[in-house]
């Protein structure tokens, strides 16, 4: 069968795998099969601040740099992650105590981080998982220093440093119409009513073999249709371990769902994976017994799962 990213390519879709720096460099057949199979990458952890910037104002980028270079190599869209987000953040950003010098430091975050890497993103998760399941903003660091207009001006900060790249608010449990997207919605709509430089939406989907809400491609249509692109960032489906003939085929049925979504909205841009295989996914380490949540096998042998993406496209 054809290579995954060959069909999104003829779809103008970006097909897409978070990737870790240090397999990659670790693992020759970790990066084959990445290099194959994804015309896309986001980095799963190398852009987040704890990565770049482990120390005030002395910067490491050597993994987001190895990321871009093997993108670069393999002719893959590049997706930043992430700029605002309530974890990964160093300890010592802590130390900012007033709106003041939060703000400051937040700005000066994204001017550095953006600017150096414009023209190699497409696009950025400029804010991460902002919202709670209820509709009201998570109580954070962030909105107890800075108030809910951090949001905004982190949007514009990245506007500032990166006229093209694509301004993406993310967050999981938005799939569906219900609370939590419907709060977004509003927030959305009324922050581009005051002009504020959002271009997209993702929707993580990080999910188990529960259904995915029959509501999914309406609600990333509604968002089109403010003028809005929409791209599903972190798609992964957890399994009960050890996985069975059955939840694979049942994983695979909603990895299908969710493209065959993305496939009907037409501002649907791309299409990640949280992970290249099941070898090195996030989800044993976040979720004890549960496992097997990506495309390609232990030993990289594509999943059920894969062969249905091939055919949703
Ligand atoms: C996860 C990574 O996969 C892990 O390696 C890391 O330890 C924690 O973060 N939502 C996000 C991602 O936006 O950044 C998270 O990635 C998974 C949940």
């Known amino acids: 069968i054809a290579p995954l990213r060959l069909l999104g390519e003829q779809r103008e879709l970006v097909i897409g795998a978070a990737v870790n720096a240090n397999t990659l460099r670790s693992d020759p057949e970790y990066a084959i099969v990445l290099g194959r199979e994804f015309n896309g990458i986001t980095p ?39 700029l605002v987000w309530h974890r990964q953040v160093p300890r010592w950003a802590h130390d900012a105590v007033t709106a ?37 903003l998570r109580d954070s660091f962030w909105l107890r220093r800075m108030g809910p207009e951090y949001i905004e001006d982190s949007f514009r900060w990245a506007r500032e440093a990166d ?31 005051r002009g504020v430089p959002i271009d997209g939406i993702g929707f993580q989907v990080h999910w188990t073999l529960a259904p995915l809400p029959g509501s999914f491609a309406d609600n990333m249509t509604r968002f089109a249709d403010l003028g809005l692109d929409v791209a599903i960032t972190e798609m992964d489906v957890r399994i009960p371990t050890p996985a069975t003939e059955q939840s694979l085929a049942e994983q ?40 097997s949540a990506t495309l390609f096998d232990g030993g990289y042998r594509p999943k059920p799962a894969y062969q249905s993406l091939v055919e949703a496209l």
């Open 44 to 82: 799963e952890n190398a852009m987040k601040w704890t990565a770049l910037e482990p120390v005030p104002g002395e910067f490491d980028r050597s993994g987001a740099d190895a990321l871009i270079e093997f993108a670069r190599q393999h002719d893959q869209q590049v997706y930043g992650h992430t």
């Open 100 to 136: 003041h010098q939060t703000g400051a430091m937040l700005r000066e975050h994204i001017h550095a981080q953006v600017s150096y890497f414009r023209g190699d993103v497409w696009a950025w998760d400029v804010a991460n998982e902002v919202f709670d399941d209820d509709g009201s």
């Open 163 to 193: 006229p093209e790249a694509a301004l993406f608010i993310n967050d999981f449990g938005i799939e569906g119409i219900n609370a939590k997207s419907d709060a977004l919605y509003a927030w959305v709509t009324d922050a581009l009513e």
């Open 252 to 291: 695979a049925e909603i990895f299908d769902q969710a493209l065959t979504a993305c496939r009907t909205v037409a501002a649907c841009r791309s299409f990640t994976v949280w992970g290249v295989s099941d070898a090195h996914s996030w989800v044993p380490h976040a979720y004890p017994e549960q496992g």
